[in-house]
Nanobody, 123 residues
């Protein structure tokens, strides 16, 4: 069993930056693909970014490409999401997710989820 705990959310002004962290416990994440999803009020959960267990391949949704960067430190069992040039439409609860199969942008592909961390971007 993998337990994921996100942190780093909060209130930030538009144009600002924030770094989210996701720490895993229970098992090493070395062979797990990891991803970040987000869910805004009244909307479905959507894919944001994903990374292979080696860190060699990353995927991003179009709306964040060039502004967000996903990375991981397997020695620390931690995945990060660096968010720059934040916009009000980035406001959402951000979730970390893990799975042992091929990297994916699909929500159902992920077996383990964190509790989420709120990011609010003010205009």
């Amino acid at each position: 069993q993998v337990r994921l705990v996100e942190s780093g959310g909060g209130l930030v002004q538009a144009g600002g930056s924030r770094r989210l962290s996701c720490v895993a416990s229970g098992r090493t994440l070395v062979t797990y693909s990891m991803a970040w999803f987000r869910q805004a009020p009244g909307k479905e959960r959507e894919f944001v970014a994903a990374i292979t267990w080696t860190g060699g391949t990353t995927y991003y949704t179009d709306s964040v490409r060039g502004r967000f960067t996903i990375s991981r430190d397997n020695a620390k069992n931690t995945v990060y999401l660096q968010m720059n040039r934040l916009k009000p439409e980035d406001t959402a609860v951000y979730y970390c997710a893990a799975q042992r199969r091929e990297i994916s942008i699909a929500t159902p592909a992920y077996d383990y989820w964190g509790q989420g961390t709120q990011v609010t971007v003010s205009s």
